[in-house]
């Protein structure tokens, strides 16, 4: 049905979306901490901080989305983005934590706007990257192995800054010194601007667009005239807040509950043979059992993994970096099954409408992911002011129950959440047959 990509292509894709995970990652983990415990920012104005730029942020990603479906070059729609965009957002990110001293309100100001800005050009990086994975090959079991090993390599680039963040921040003086936080984001920046810039570099879009430009009102039909992507992105605005609640709020779990920030080593690692093993697992389960189904049994014996320590005792740390582990391999589970139904949604977008808005997809999708960002940074801020969490406060039992609910009952909850928008994903393994069918001989005419 296509050409096979080259396994050099492969490595590079995977490896740019390492590199933008690990830059995504340092930012999820330690920005909010950065902000509170070392400027001094309280914690509900950091919070607020991080969900206006967010949700600013994340309107503007349908129109990014909207703006590659329309670009043409010789170069292909996405692929130059990402040979200029990755530069600058490494300069934001490391303004992001640079601590320029002065008042509280220029702090405050300063904060705000590199913030914002670091999305913006998040975004133009971000929605290039994944959609260029659906013009990659014509091939859509070929399609769904490059993201397979895209996830692992974002997985992996999680996993660096999870394991290796707070070595590298000890390497440099420590979580409490500004100037480790700043030395550690230009490392990271670097990597990621490198990584990315070599996957657009070296990647080919195979998919060839019209020659004619889809019109932004036309472009929309691809979201709103598309049931079974709608189903999908509603059920991603809540599994996405899993993890965006868990990389908020782990350093100060580990740190209040565990007593040692050294600890998210030990998370980090439960992360990634976790996730690792359930997205091995995933495409060996997908030729047994349909896509909707394999969603939904990781969604159930998710939430349960996220119950028994919490209900068994956390405090234990063996017990709970297991079940840590099994969480994570029913995330990443979900985390494959989702992308790889999404591809399928492009199709249906050009088997009903006549085009795929691949930009566009892929955009409302870091949307989404963005938008549950901000969802999950209002749910820690607002947890950290009901438990009264001031920063290097004596530990109390109250904020320990406290942490433990946020870390393993509130993703509990949000797995089997996840469920119910699932339902409504309607296209069948028989139905998905028929529309590659379909295309294979409207393409051919």
């Given amino acids: 049905m296509g050409t096979k990509v080259p396994v050099k292509e492969k490595i590079f894709f995977s490896g740019g979306l390492l590199g933008q995970n690990i830059l995504y990652s340092f930012m999820s983990m330690y920005i909010l901490f950065f902000y509170t415990d070392l400027l001094g920012i309280p914690a509900t104005t950091a919070s607020l901080i991080l969900v206006v730029a967010s949700i600013v942020d994340a309107c503007l990603d349908p129109v990014m989305g909207m703006i590659t479906d329309k670009t043409r070059t010789k170069w292909g729609k996405f692929r130059p983005y990402l040979l200029f965009a990755p530069f600058l957002i490494a300069a934001a990110t490391v303004l992001c934590f640079w601590d320029f001293g002065g008042s509280s309100t220029l702090t405050l100001v300063i904060a705000s706007i ?158 990634v043979v976790g996730m690792l093993l359930g997205m091995v697992a995933t495409p060996k389960l997908l030729r047994l059992f349909s896509k909707k189904k394999v969603f939904i049994a990781s969604c159930l014996l998710g939430s349960l993994s996220c119950l028994i320590p919490y209900l068994f005792g956390d405090e234990n740390r063996i017990f709970a970096l297991v079940f840590f582990g099994i969480s994570f391999f029913f995330s990443g589970m979900t985390i494959i099954v989702s992308t790889s139904m999404l591809l399928d949604t492009i199709d249906y977008s050009e088997w009903k409408l006549g085009f795929r808005g691949e930009g566009i997809v892929f955009s409302t999708n870091t949307f989404i992911t963005k938008f549950s960002g901000a969802v999950s940074r209002i749910i820690i801020g607002t947890s950290l002011g009901f438990l009264n969490y001031v920063e290097n406060q004596p530990v109390t039992p109250g904020l320990q129950h406290g942490l433990s609910f946020v870390m393993f009952i509130l993703p509990a909850l949000c797995f089997v959440a996840a469920i119910i928008p699932i339902l409504f994903y309607n296209i069948s393994d028989k139905q998905r047959e028929r529309i590659l069918s379909d295309l294979e001989i409207s393409r051919a005419l």
């Fill in 114 to 271: 590199s913030y914002l800005l670091w999305g913006m050009l998040y975004t133009v990086c971000d929605t290039p990257l994944w959609a260029l994975s659906s013009v990659i090959s014509k091939d859509p079991d070929e399609r769904t192995l490059v993201v397979t090993l895209g996830k692992i390599g974002g997985t992996l680039g999680a996993v660096a800054v999870t394991i290796g963040g707070i070595q590298l921040l000890l390497a440099f003086g420590g979580e409490r010194n500004t100037d480790a936080y700043l030395y550690s984001a230009i490392l990271v920046a670097a990597i990621a601007a490198v990584s990315i810039f070599l996957t657009g570099l070296t990647s080919k879009e195979r998919v060839t667009p019209s020659p004619d430009k889809i019109s932004f009102k036309t472009n929309l039909q691809t979201i709103y005239k598309n049931k079974p992507l709608l189903a999908l992105l509603a059920s991603l605005l809540i599994i996405n807040l899993i993890n965006g609640i868990r990389q908020s709020i782990q350093l100060y779990y580990v740190i209040y509950v565990w007593g040692d920030a050294v600890y998210v080593t030990q998370v980090g690692i439960s992360l």
